[in-house]
């Protein structure tokens, strides 16, 4: 009997494509194209002692002669503190806004080891655009992209050695807001975007067997005023009209809570780190 094959990457696909039809046709990416959503994407990540952060630097295998590629590097978390560490670091990032941010972020630091590359991934000529080998690369929460199966292989031509993907397993804190918001402000349910058991089997199925790791993740949005935080997720949500950021308002009015004079929404998800060395796969 011969044996079925399953197209996980056809399943990716399509997944994404319902996520992005979704989202009104638009990138996850075009939301941090405004300046003040990255800034405030930076101020996140350095919530909770930089948690995020401090974990991807003490899990990379870093050394002072590291050349390093960092995929969809948003403002810079990661890679300004992981720039004092390594040789260089080759960032790549697709928002604007993101860009614009990190670019502040190099010169306030002055770190003279990074090159910012402002391109979506998928867009990327590896041998044009970057200068392979890299002796680490990582993506962070970054590949919402189309084709997983191209990614991942523009990512295995790119590297010399170490790989690692973080992403999603579950519903994301996000996610769970835009599912209950999103009939309400759209009138249609709300898709995710796919998850880690997909990336995991598209893997397999290129013959790459990563080790795995799930671990909770924590992060706080913080704002000052309420009104500051119905603008932030009218944005992320694409509510446009009065009536649509009276429903945010709502939500938040029930959700926030109130820490040291400002007001936060706690989320909590599950993360997976998949990382592999390019002589095991």
Known sequence: MQQRTIDWNFIWKEQQREHHNTNMEKNDASFWDAKDAARRFYVMAHENNGERINKTLHELPLSPESRVLDIGAGPGAIAIPLSRQVAHITAVEPSEGMCAVFSENIEHEKCDNITLINKRWEDIDVKADLKPPYDVVFASYSLDVPDIREAIQKIEEAASKYIAIYWFAGATSWEAMSRDLWPQLHGKEYVPSPKCDILYNVLYSMGIYPHIETFPFRHINRF??????????????????????????????????????????????????????????
């Open 224 to 281: 000052n005023t309420l009104d500051e935080a119905v603008e932030h997720f009218a944005g992320r949500f694409f509510a446009e009209t009065e009536q649509q950021k009276d429903l945010i308002r709502g939500y938040l009015e029930r959700h926030t809570l109130q820490d040291d004079g400002t007001i936060i929404i706690p989320g909590n998800s599950i993360r997976v780190r998949m990382w592999w060395e390019k002589t095991e796969a």
